[in-house]
């Protein structure tokens, strides 16, 4: 229910990270107090495992491998493909609770509360 809401009870001290789940944040911590031994040779940027970064290499190459059905889009990552297929499907998971907005991603909302609180 808590992700229909928006309501995200667990917060970072360190940044304004905040989530659903207990284990959520337990995960996120790992982010500021672990060392992160594999950075990346292209922007420096830096993981906690080899399999973050070798999912991250995949930026750089520019290759697009995951392809919509319906059209011709083409992405680097699954979840922009996920995210893509609502265009075809109309759904809307995310709304405004003051307004009747509705969009197909978090981020979206995130910019749109902008309106809302100045």
Not at 20 to 36: A, G, Q, V, W, Y
Not at 43 to 48: F, Q
Not at 82 to 96: D, I
Request: hydrophobic letters at 20%.
């Amino acid at each position: 229910m808590k992700i229909h809401t928006g309501e995200k009870p667990f917060s970072c001290n360190i940044c304004e990270y905040k989530c659903i789940r207990k284990s959520d944040l337990r995960t996120h911590i790992i982010n500021h107090t672990i060392e992160k031994p594999y950075s990346c040779h292209i922007c420096e940027y830096k993981y906690i495992t080899k399999s973050k970064l070798q999912k991250h290499m995949k930026l750089h190459t520019g290759k697009k491998i995951f392809s919509c059905n319906i059209c011709e889009y083409k992405c680097i990552q699954k979840g922009n493909l996920q995210r893509h297929m609502k265009t075809h499907t109309g759904e809307k998971s995310f709304s405004c609770n003051i307004c009747e907005y509705k969009c197909i991603t978090k981020s979206c909302l995130q910019r749109h509360m902008k309106i809302h609180t100045g």
